[in-house]
């Protein structure tokens, strides 16, 4: 699919878009396909103060289909702009999809990084080592809205021998005047790992090292983010299992925090940890603004074994997650909806008042017994749990160990919700269905609640 075809067949497109904007299940405060599907937030970048936020996107199919980069921008997170489609397919190197990738910006000049995609079709592959490039291609952009011929950095020949065709999500980061560029990998003994090679020139990329830990995290690690912090490094993933458990994901998004030393080539893994603990988080992505580490995820997973009620018949699918502020406490990762959202609380209520959107801070409490509508959130003998058997529409109970609860920030959306508990050091991410938003607790804490707005989006074809 070239920017003709895609242009070509707009009808079909709006067809979805006309029957997803009349969904009451669209979300208020987040960023939605106006039709399609969306996955992966990409490339996100900070250019002439103007925030791009590219993500995975099939414009003609709420299904996994062919995949381009949509696009966002914002200047100031409240009132955003739904860009024309960004990269498409239309490369020998990339035919079978536009997969995910990064941004790094240098000198006015954005290089975008992205995996194409290519499946052979002339026989059976189990497409694990054999049946598909992965090839990791290039272009830059002065303005973020046109790019330079694509270049093909890395194909199959140029990974490890040891490693799969599975190897993607390509994110880049400046140390010690060079430049590295980490990779998602599987290796051929179904163990995950991230590839890391390195540059002079953002252009000619060689081999440096690989991070791994025998099969304990998963046979794949996709989306991989590393960055350096308050003199700590950190590794963002998505290890993928075969199985998962009953308050696990099989696809997960966690953290590890290292001892690395990039120069020398060595590395130890201190703490793993998970990122967040939904049942709808993957795949995110950081980047900086001002010193301020920004990140974005999306609000699903794939393969799930629920339900996504607008997938069928609204013309639209999946979500971003609310940007979020990353802070270091140690060797933990600590996320906090950005600051900039509190432009959209409309006044502070009390608990008896209802409302499809909301804030709601909590402190001072010792246990916690909470309804909104048909979700449960409860905290008794150090657990934590939130219930949605009564409207997660297959999603069920997440609970998880919690030594104090000091405090917790739930931002509610239609048909979502996000729980910040103790500063962000526990995140809880899920979509959810619930028929009403009415509060009811016997707990008593100290809390502050809003009513929130929604996102003013210009779409594009509108």
């Known amino acids: 699919?070239?920017?003709?075809?895609?242009?070509?067949?707009?009808?079909?497109?709006?067809?979805?878009?006309?029957?997803?904007?009349?969904?009451?299940?669209?979300l208020k405060f987040h960023l939605m396909p106006n039709g399609g599907w969306l996955n992966d937030p990409n490339g996100l970048c900070n250019l002439n103060d103007t925030n791009h936020i590219y993500y995975q996107f099939s414009p003609f199919t709420t299904k996994w289909g062919m995949k381009c980069w949509g696009h966002y921008t914002t200047a100031d997170w409240i009132n955003y702009k739904e860009e024309e489609p960004f990269?498409?397919?239309?490369?020998?190197?990339?035919?079978?999809?536009?997969?995910?990738?990064?941004?790094?910006?240098?000198?006015?000049?954005?290089?975008?990084?992205?995996?194409g995609n290519v499946k052979y079709v002339d026989?059976?592959?189990?497409?694990?080592?054999?049946?598909?490039?992965?090839?990791?291609?290039?272009?830059?952009?002065?303005?973020?809205?046109?790019?330079?011929d694509k270049q093909l950095l890395l194909s199959n020949n140029d990974y490890p021998a040891n490693i799969s065709k599975h190897v993607r999500d390509p994110k880049i980061i400046k140390y010690e005047n060079a430049y590295y560029m980490v990779l998602g990998a599987r290796d051929k003994e179904n163990k995950g790992c991230v590839l890391i090679y390195k540059s002079a020139n953002l252009e000619n990329f060689k081999y440096h090292m690989t991070i791994e830990n025998n099969d304990e995290y998963g046979y794949m690690w996709e989306c991989p983010d590393l960055f350096y912090q308050n003199e700590n490094w950190f590794l963002i993933f998505c290890p993928q299992f075969k199985e998962g458990t009953e308050d696990l994901n099989k696809d997960r998004s966690a953290y590890l925090s290292l001892d690395l030393d990039l120069i020398n080539?060595?590395?130890?893994?201190?703490?793993?940890?998970?990122?967040?603990?939904?049942?709808?988080?993957?795949?995110?992505?950081?980047?900086?603004?001002?010193?301020?580490?920004?990140?974005?995820?999306?609000?699903?997973?794939?393969?799930?074994?629920?339900?996504?009620?607008?997938?069928?018949?609204?013309?639209?699918?999946?979500?971003?997650?609310?940007?979020?502020?990353?802070?270091?406490?140690?060797?933990?990762?600590?996320?906090?909806?950005?600051?900039?959202?509190?432009?959209?609380?409309?006044?502070?209520?009390?608990?008896?008042?209802?409302?499809?959107?909301?804030?709601?801070?909590?402190?001072?409490?010792?246990?916690?017994?909470?309804?909104?509508?048909?979700i449960n959130l409860s905290y008794l003998n150090g657990y934590f749990t939130?219930?949605?058997?009564?409207?997660?529409?297959?999603?069920?109970?997440?609970?998880?160990?919690?030594?104090?609860?000091?405090?917790?920030?739930?931002?509610?959306?239609?048909?979502?919700?996000?729980?910040?508990?103790n500063d962000g050091e526990f995140c809880i991410t899920s979509r959810c269905y619930n028929k009403s938003n009415l509060i009811k607790t016997t707990s008593d804490f100290k809390f502050t609640y809003y009513n929130l707005s929604a996102f003013n989006i210009n779409y594009y074809y509108e």
Request: proline content about 3%; charged content about 30%.
């Open 1 to 26: 699919m070239n920017k003709s075809e895609y242009q070509n067949n707009i009808l079909e497109h709006l067809k979805l878009r006309d029957i997803s904007l009349k969904d009451s299940n669209r």
């Open 87 to 115: 990269l498409f397919p239309d490369h020998p190197d990339d035919k079978d999809g536009v997969y995910s990738g990064s941004a790094f910006i240098e000198n006015k000049t954005v290089h975008y990084f992205y995996t």
């Open 123 to 148: 026989k059976d592959y189990d497409y694990i080592l054999d049946g598909r490039e992965q090839n990791t291609i290039k272009v830059t952009s002065k303005d973020g809205f046109t790019y330079t």
């Open 265 to 374: 080539k060595t590395y130890r893994i201190k703490e793993y940890s998970l990122l967040d603990y939904g049942f709808d988080f993957y795949a995110p992505q950081s980047f900086t603004i001002n010193q301020r580490r920004i990140l974005i995820g999306w609000m699903g997973i794939p393969d799930s074994s629920y339900t996504d009620v607008t997938e069928n018949e609204a013309g639209w699918v999946h979500a971003l997650t609310l940007p979020r502020e990353i802070q270091i406490k140690g060797s933990k990762i600590l996320q906090q909806p950005i600051k900039e959202l509190k432009n959209l609380r409309i006044k502070q209520a009390n608990l008896h008042q209802v409302y499809d959107c909301f804030e709601l801070n909590i402190e001072e409490v010792n246990t916690l017994d909470l309804n909104i509508g048909e």
């Open 386 to 421: 939130l219930d949605l058997s009564k409207c997660g529409k297959g999603r069920g109970k997440r609970k998880l160990y919690i030594d104090n609860l000091k405090n917790l920030s739930i931002f509610k959306d239609t048909t979502s919700i996000e729980i910040f508990i």
